[in-house]
Nanobody, 128 residues
């Protein structure tokens, strides 16, 4: 059974930083893409970025390029989302999701339906 557990959310001021973690179990980590999504109240879930664990490539939404970095520790089956220069518009519940195979998911990494397994989400709140 695939399980994803996010952690690291919280309250931060504008301009601050947070690092989210996504711990995965029940997967052959190297074969998967791990995506980060977020959903603000009243809005659709949107893709933030993705890492393909077979080759380490990363992909980002334009809204977070240059501010967010995704990394992976394959030995720990954990993916990180380092967020810097946070803005109030970044306030949302952040989810990680696993999709297989990575090479296919990468072509539409921003699409919710590319991912089969989701974590429970972690709240990120950026105060102005």
């Amino acid at each position: 059974e695939v399980q994803l557990v996010e952690s690291g959310g919280g309250l931060v001021q504008t301009g601050g930083s947070l690092r989210l973690s996504c711990a995965a179990s029940g997967v052959t980590f190297d074969d998967y893409a791990i995506g980060w999504f977020r959903q603000a109240p009243g809005k659709e879930r949107e893709g933030v970025g993705c890492i393909t664990n077979n080759d380490g490539d990363t992909y980002y939404a334009d809204s977070v390029k240059g501010r967010f970095i995704i990394s992976s520790d394959n030995a720990k089956n954990t993916v990180y989302l380092q967020m810097t220069s946070l803005e109030p518009d970044d306030t949302a519940v952040y989810y990680c999701a696993a999709g297989f195979p990575a090479i296919v998911v990468a072509t539409h990494w921003w699409a919710v339906n590319e991912y089969d397994n989701w974590g429970q989400g972690t709240q990120v709140t950026v105060s102005s």
